[in-house]
């Protein structure tokens, strides 16, 4: 599982890079500690590394085709949706950790 982590998180420096975009590679070490402290990694047999894996495909292939404004929705729709799922965990969490035992 963890080879597939380091090649998951290559790829997300990989785009970091090539964006060329000065705030976005700056932000990379902020993302990067917040993932340590509040992010469980995503497990590869949980249902959104399946997700994760064609959201990378789409932005994968609008990067090849150099389309930006594919390449820019595919972008947004997976940090959306990475946002969605680590949000809906961590509330789930919360809501477990205040059941009365």
Do not use: Y
Not at 11 to 34: G, P, Y
Not at 47 to 66: G, I, N
Request: proline share 4%; with cysteine; aromatic share 6%.
């Amino acid at each position: 599982g963890s080879e597939l982590a380091n090649v998951n998180e290559q790829f997300h420096k990989m785009i970091f890079d090539i964006s060329a975009n000065r705030f976005l590679n700056q932000s990379l070490e902020v993302i990067n500690t917040a993932k340590i402290l509040i992010w469980k990694p995503v497990c590869p047999t949980h249902k959104r590394w399946e997700e994760a894996q064609q959201e990378h495909r789409k932005l994968f292939d609008a990067l090849r085709a150099r389309d930006p404004i594919a390449a820019k929705a595919a972008a947004q729709q997976h940090v959306r949706s990475a946002g969605l799922t680590r949000v809906a965990a961590m509330v789930s969490e919360e809501l477990e950790a205040n059941q009365p035992q």
